[in-house]
C-alpha cells in the first residue's frame, strides 16, 4: 500500500521533501593523452543534485571522507542547492572510481572502495524523518554491508509513512557479494517508486528480460520507469505501461543520466508534473552532451522540451 501524502506533506512545508541516502564518489575520468581529473559523482549524490536543481527541496544523507574530496562534495551539493544537514563528517576516506569510457560514450567502473566513509552507517545515525516525506535509497549504499542493512532497514520503518524510492544503479562489485539478488528482490518489495535500467536488470537476470522483471515487481507500485538509453524508457503503472521516446542530443559520455533521470522523476513527482516521463528522459539526455555527472536545471530541461532540436542518441 502506498501512503497518502497531501496530507503529510504539509507538515514538511519548510524542510526537504526529498531525502536521498546513499554514497559520494570521485569518478576519474578521462582528459587526454592517458592523464585523468577528479569529477566529483556518486549515484545518489547526482539523483539529490538533479532534483534540485530541478527545483525540488532536497536533502542529502551521507557519511564525508577525511579528505579534501570531503569537503568539495558537501560544497557541490550545496552549491546545487540540496540541503547538507544531514551529512556526517568521518576518519574515513572518500570512495573513488575509475571511469572507463567506450568509443560511444558508455562509461563502466573500477571501484576503490575500501574503508570508505560511504558504507559505515549504523542505524542510530540516520535520522528520522516526517511523515510525507520522500525517501530515496540505492546504488552501492543499498548493497554493500555494514550500511546497507542500517539504510535497509531504516527505509523499512519509515515505509507506512513515507514514500520509498529505489534506484538499483547495479555494479559488479554489489553483485559479487553472495546475497545479492535477495537484497534486491528485498528492496524492490519495500520501494513505492522504482527507477531501474534495461541495464541493471539484465546483469541481475541474464535470461529475463528486463521488462519481464519490471512486470513481476509492478503489484503494489505506484510507478516503474524502465529506461533503455537511446531507446527511451517505459513507464509502468497499475494504469497501464507507455513507452516514452528518448531525445536526440550529442551525447559526450553517459556518466550520471541514469541517476539524473531518477532525480527528474522524483522532483517531477514531487511537482505534480503531467510530462513525468518527457521531463526524465529529457534531463537524463542533457546530463549526456556534459563530461562527467553534471545534471541540467530546471529552464534548461523546460526549453529543450520546448526546442527538441537534433544530434546524435543519449546512452544509458
Not at 544523507?61 to 569537503?71: K, M, N, P, T
Request: proline share 7%; with cysteine; aromatic share 6%.
Amino acid at each position: 500500500m502506498i501512503p497518502a501524502t497531501d496530507p503529510d506533506r504539509a507538515a514538511i512545508d519548510e524542510g526537504p521533501r526529498i531525502v536521498v541516502a546513499g554514497e559520494q564518489v570521485v569518478d576519474l575520468v578521462p582528459a587526454g593523452d592517458g592523464l585523468l581529473r577528479a569529477a566529483l559523482g556518486g549515484g545518489p549524490a547526482t539523483t539529490a543534485i538533479a532534483a534540485a536543481r530541478l527545483g525540488a527541496r532536497v536533502a542529502m544523507v551521507a557519511r564525508l571522507g577525511r579528505d579534501s574530496f570531503g569537503q568539495a562534495f558537501r560544497n557541490r551539493l550545496a552549491l546545487s542547492g540540496v540541503d547538507t544537514s544531514f551529512l556526517k563528517t568521518t576518519a574515513q576516506p572518500s570512495a573513488l572510481a575509475l571511469a572507463n569510457v567506450d568509443p560511444d560514450g558508455e562509461a563502466a567502473y573500477d571501484f576503490w572502495l575500501s574503508g570508505a566513509a560511504d558504507f559505515g552507517w549504523r542505524f542510530h545515525e540516520l535520522p528520522k524523518l516526517d511523515p510525507g516525506t520522500t525517501i530515496h535509497i540505492g546504488s552501492l549504499a543499498a548493497f554493500l554491508p555494514p550500511g546497507a542493512d542500517a539504510i535497509e532497514r531504516w527505509a523499512a520503518e519509515h515505509r507506512d509513512r513515507c514514500i520509498i524510492s529505489f534506484d538499483p544503479n547495479l555494479r559488479p562489485v554489489a553483485l559479487a557479494r553472495p546475497d545479492s539478488l535477495v537484497r534486491l528482490e528485498r528492496l524492490a518489495a519495500l520501494a513505492h517508486v522504482i527507477r531501474v535500467s534495461e541495464q541493471d536488470l539484465e546483469l541481475a537476470y541474464p535470461t529475463v528480460a528486463a521488462l519481464d522483471t519490471a512486470k513481476r515487481w509492478l503489484p503494489g507500485k505506484r510507478l516503474i520507469l524502465l529506461t533503455a538509453g537511446a531507446a527511451g524508457a517505459t513507464a509502468l503503472t497499475e494504469d497501464g505501461i507507455e513507452h516514452v521516446p528518448a531525445p536526440v542530443v550529442s551525447a559526450v559520455d553517459t556518466i550520471g543520466a541514469g541517476d539524473t533521470a531518477t532525480g527528474a522523476l522524483l522532483a517531477g513527482l514531487d511537482a505534480g508534473r503531467d510530462d513525468l516521463y518527457e521531463f526524465a528522459c529529457t534531463a537524463a539526455a542533457l546530463t549526456c552532451t556534459r563530461v562527467g555527472a553534471d545534471p541540467p536545471t530546471l529552464d534548461e530541461v523546460l526549453s529543450r522540451m520546448s526546442d527538441p532540436g537534433t544530434g546524435a542518441p543519449p546512452g544509458r
